[in-house]
């Protein structure tokens, strides 16, 4: 193990930028690893092989010993993303978890890296104030305890008059990007937008913080009218799955505006934060994937499966990804597997994606028994003894008690 080599988790932003040179600075051989998400593919699908490279040779031409570039789309999808739709992972009830997700994955690679190049030292970028540096370092830690993971931004908070004064000192490029008035964050699963005008929870988010969504004034004025296709609850749309399917779904629904979220949310470290996301892919599978729950699962599964859908999604948020908690859900809703296969049909109009059809081999819903049509099979007589039983609790008390309060 060398303790002058260290992995950085490295964007190609401003501030890992600063950080690169820092650790140069402090004399450390430093690994750039840089890991691909989908972030470029998500909306225009090309672009992305250029814009890596630049990240890779920014981090050469900054000093980097090495800048490792992972393609790591597939096992975002397969290994995490696939794993929160399935159980309808989304926090405070409305944000699919994009960048949650993403940061056990970025922890992985750290320590994969870390491993391959000999390493006894990991760093990232993150402040003292987010959710990210929990979910990285906690990640890290699960992984391999031994290695020390370093987190500069928060031992020492870097205002962006300071990063671009240093950036200038020490010939870190600054690009005109970067002094756009947003934090972003972005994958396969959905982008984020926070910070500037964002921070007054009564400003209406401008249009300029959306990238991906289109606004209402610019919909179709004709919705698209889309089949997803679950095959043991992997979801497959025009027979393309993975994250091509994630990234294609994303172009089609973004322009509907489908899946703006904005939301003031309940930070790990306890402040809330105004957070305003576009999550079009995620947001319709996973109506998609709940519709499809709604038409095969008994109702007990589903309200039980409820509630640990959502301490699933508080696991993800909270940074507890790597928690045995999450693998015996992971279990659980495995369990569902060989029954969630089936279709469902939705509309993709004016910023909603609305299900119009579920249909499944495993479906329990029977027209026979539900409808208030011809061919009834429906035992009327069974359902006296059942209200008859039902309501024997309540019948007890009344007997014994006063006349219920609600009584005029
Ligand atoms: N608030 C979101 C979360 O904790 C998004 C974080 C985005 N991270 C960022 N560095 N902009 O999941």
């Known amino acids: 193990m060398n303790d002058k080599t260290i992995v950085l988790a490295y964007s190609g932003g401003l501030d890992t930028s600063v950080l690169l040179k820092r650790f140069l600075l402090e004399g450390y051989d430093v690994i750039a690893l840089t890991a691909d998400l989908g972030e470029s593919d998500a909306i225009a699908g090309g672009g992305a092989a250029a814009a890596l490279h630049a ?17 790591a789309k597939d096992r975002f999808i397969e290994d995490f993303a696939l794993k929160a739709l399935h159980a309808n992972a989304l926090y405070e009830g409305v944000y699919p978890l994009s960048a949650a997700l993403s940061r ?28 990210d540096q929990v979910r990285i370092e906690l990640g890290v830690r699960a992984l391999d305890p031994q290695l020390t993971c370093r987190a500069p931004l928060r031992e020492q908070p870097l205002s962006r008059p300071d990063a671009i004064a240093f950036a200038k000192e020490h ?17 396969l ?65 973004g322009k509907h505006g489908i899946g703006r979220i904005d939301l003031v949310e309940d930070r790990v470290i306890g402040l809330k934060s105004r957070e305003v996301y576009e999550c079009p892919a995620s947001t319709v599978l996973i109506t998609a994937h709940k519709a499809l729950e709604r038409v095969v699962l008994t109702r007990d599964e589903l309200r039980f499966k409820a509630l640990c859908d959502q301490r699933y999604s508080e696991l993800i948020y909270d940074g507890l990804w790597m928690s045995p908690l999450r693998d015996a859900f992971d279990a659980f ?5 060989a029954r969630m296969s089936g279709k469902v049909r939705l509309s993709l109009y004016q910023g909603v994606a609305t299900v119009t059809g579920v249909q499944s081999p495993y479906g329990i819903y029977s027209e026979a028994l539900a409808t208030y049509g011809k061919g009834d099979a429906f035992d009327h007589n069974a359902a006296e003894g059942f209200v008859k039983l039902h309501g024997l609790p309540l019948e007890l008390v009344a007997r014994v008690t006063a006349p219920h309060p609600e009584l005029v």
């Not at 809703?333 to 597997?337: K, T, V, W």
């Open 171 to 187: 010939g870190v490029p600054i690009s005109h990007t970067q002094e756009k008035p947003y934090s972003i964050d972005a994958n």
């Open 104 to 131: 056990p994955l970025i922890a992985h690679l750290l320590v994969e890296t870390a491993h391959v190049q000999g390493a006894s030292v990991v760093a990232h970028g993150c402040t003292g104030k987010g959710n």
């Open 55 to 71: 990240v890779k040779a920014k981090a050469l031409a900054l000093g980097a010993r090495d800048a490792v570039l992972v393609d």
């Open 333 to 337: 809703n495995a369990s569902f597997a």
């Open 189 to 253: 699963w959905g982008r984020s937008i926070e910070a500037g005008v964002l921070e007054d929870p009564w400003n209406a988010p401008p249009e300029d913080a959306y990238a991906w969504t289109a606004s209402p004034e610019s919909r179709p004025a004709e919705a698209d009218e889309i089949v997803i296709e679950f095959e043991d609850g992997i979801p497959h749309w025009d027979r393309v799955d993975g994250w091509e399917m994630v990234a294609r779904l994303n172009v089609l629904s």
